[in-house]
């Protein structure tokens, strides 16, 4: 992979932390109950036309799928908002329950990621869930009593109300035990007019976060398999968890007006997929843990997709000041007069509600020139 100059590393980490800033980040959806293991988010926000904006996510109340579901209700709807700005405020106009999203032959557990795209056959619900179907025989021993398979379905329609769920198809699934919990979509358009899905994998035991990558060429209406590792797991903070959220196509102003197309990758990671013990007199710091993951940040020339390489390779980039310091699902759109950004950000009762935040041209251009 091509090289980039230390100044322009430099100059797009600090436009990552202006857009994920977490002292002016400002609630748009609040989940159902301000308290441990309530969330909304792991969704997106995208322009239909001016001045219409749809923001999607999840809800999701406490539960555990570790030690089996009975214990709460987990993912419980995909929601879509609407409003005429970015930093809302914004509407409910529908909702998915799990009982909408499930199928006859598989009762969805539990909802988690999902994604709103304008493809060209319309608009695309792209949502990720737990199905009760059984692990593969050989690996039958290591289901938990209430647990199913995670997989991903898309669900089209020319417009929100036209979403059709008796079409809904499945995109991504797998059998293998090193990817079989298949789940967070991430969809963006390639350089040759293709169609990306990322999206997280866990094996059978549930004891990493990966990032896998399929594509759909411009002539497709399938997403085929491209590769269970995107980008590698990291060494350090992100050694259990590297979970791609969101693509950014950084305008080509000041420092990068003369290079080549390139792209901010966001993504959340985790020292361990379970909280570790600290020693008292050791340094005392956010560590990261499933449900509970920091931030970090990769870059990569458009030409060279899916070559990528990450810019916080010691320490996350993205911790929250209140909580446990969770900071994830990080989510952006460039749109006239700005960028947006918004995450699911840890508040002191341990809530997670998706928070935005709104860099405007003039800050961003200044960021670029250096």
């Known amino acids: 992979m091509s090289e980039l100059d230390l100044k322009v590393k430099n100059a797009l980490v600090k436009l990552a932390r202006a857009l994920v800033d977490q002292d002016k980040a400002k609630v748009l959806v609040k989940p159902q109950k301000n308290a441990d293991g309530f969330w909304f988010g792991s969704g997106n926000i995208i322009e239909i036309e001016p001045s219409n904006y749809l923001l999607c996510g999840r809800y999701r109340n406490h539960g555990d799928s570790r030690t089996g579901t009975g214990s709460g209700t987990r993912g419980l709807e995909f929601s879509?908002?609407?409003?005429?700005?970015?930093?809302?405020?914004?509407?409910?106009?529908?909702?998915f329950s799990k009982e909408d999203l499930s199928r006859p032959e598989s009762y969805v557990i539990s909802i988690e990621g999902g994604k709103l795209f304008l493809g060209s056959n319309g608009l695309e619900m792209i949502v990720?869930?737990?199905?009760?179907?059984?692990?593969?025989?050989?690996?039958?021993?290591?289901?938990k009593p209430g647990t199913g398979v995670w997989s991903i379905d898309l669900i089209s329609g020319e417009t929100v109300d036209e979403l059709n769920v008796s079409k809904m198809e499945e995109i991504q699934s797998s059998q293998d035990g090193a990817t079989l919990h298949i789940k967070d979509p991430v969809v963006f358009k390639t350089a040759n007019n293709g169609t990306a899905l990322v999206y997280c994998s866990h094996p059978f035991n549930w004891s990493s976060s990966n990032t896998g990558l399929a594509l759909r060429t411009e002539d497709s209406d399938s997403f085929e398999l491209y590769t269970h590792a995107f980008i590698e797991r990291g060494a350090s903070w992100d050694v259990a968890c590297t979970r791609v959220t969101d693509r950014l196509a950084v305008p080509r102003l000041g420092c990068l007006k003369d290079l080549p197309g390139l792209s901010l990758y966001f993504?959340?990671?985790?020292?361990?997929?379970?909280?570790?013990?600290?020693?008292?007199?050791?340094?005392?710091?956010?560590?990261?843990?499933?449900?509970?993951?920091?931030?970090?940040?990769?870059?990569?020339?458009?030409?060279?997709?899916?070559?990528i390489?990450?810019?916080?390779?010691?320490?996350?980039?993205?911790?929250?000041?209140?909580?446990?310091?969770?900071?994830?699902?990080v989510s952006t759109l460039v749109t006239k007069g700005g960028i947006m950004a918004s995450w699911q950000q840890s508040q002191p009762d341990l809530s997670q509600p998706l928070v935005g935040n709104f860099l405007d041209e003039k800050n961003y251009k200044g960021i670029l020139t250096i």
């Open 128 to 143: 990720s869930t737990e199905k009760a179907l059984k692990y593969p025989k050989l690996l039958s021993d290591f289901q």
């Open 80 to 95: 879509i908002f609407q409003g005429s700005s970015p930093t809302g405020p914004f509407i409910k106009i529908r909702s």
């Open 309 to 329: 390489q990450r810019l916080s390779v010691d320490f996350p980039l993205f911790v929250s000041p209140k909580g446990t310091g969770c900071s994830r699902y």
């Open 267 to 307: 993504y959340d990671g985790a020292e361990c997929l379970r909280s570790l013990d600290e020693n008292v007199k050791a340094v005392s710091r956010p560590r990261g843990f499933s449900c509970e993951e920091l931030g970090g940040l990769a870059w990569g020339w458009d030409s060279e997709f899916p070559k």
